[in-house]
């Protein structure tokens, strides 16, 4: 912990190694997320290592929420650029989405009974096999 290199003023800084140890996340996880622009860091020690404020702490806990909410990565960089992002809204229409897909996946797990007989020994779908059954 320090202070963020050029701005005079001392703030609690974070290196990256003791931002994974704190977080739970690994040093690669915040290498990638630098990488993508999700969670630049505010600033390089004269060495060049990454150096995190408590502003990009606070932006990483707003990802860690959304990912355990299972936004992905890329949903979870649009909102947090978006202003006019609100937490409620997002996670209603992300829960309906999540609901559609669930939805989805029970009709599946329900057409494999079906679908099996059809598939024992079939090396190439054709036409009348489980292909009807993805109409439903």
């Known amino acids: ?14 290196k990256i ?4 140890r704190s977080t739970g996340l690994t040093v690669r996880a915040l290498h990638h997320y630098d990488h993508i622009g999700l969670l630049t860091p505010s600033g390089r020690t004269d060495a060049g290592h990454r150096v995190y ?14 990912r355990r909410l299972g936004f992905p990565l ?25 609901r559609r ?11 494999w009974p079906s679908w099996l007989p059809n598939l024992i020994g079939v090396t190439t779908p054709h036409r009348g096999s489980c292909c ?5």
């Open 74 to 98: 890329g949903q979870i960089a649009a909102v947090l650029d978006d202003p006019q992002w609100q937490l409620p809204a997002a996670v209603q229409r992300h829960l309906a989405h999540t």
């Open 1 to 14: 912990m320090g202070s963020l290199p050029g701005s005079g003023e001392p703030e609690q800084t974070w």
């Open 101 to 111: 897909r669930a939805a989805a996946a029970a009709r599946l797990w329900l057409a």
């Open 53 to 66: 404020s408590a502003g990009d702490v606070a932006r990483l806990y707003r990802i860690s929420l959304l």
């Open 132 to 136: 009807r059954h993805w109409r439903r």
């Open 17 to 20: 190694g003791a931002l994974a």
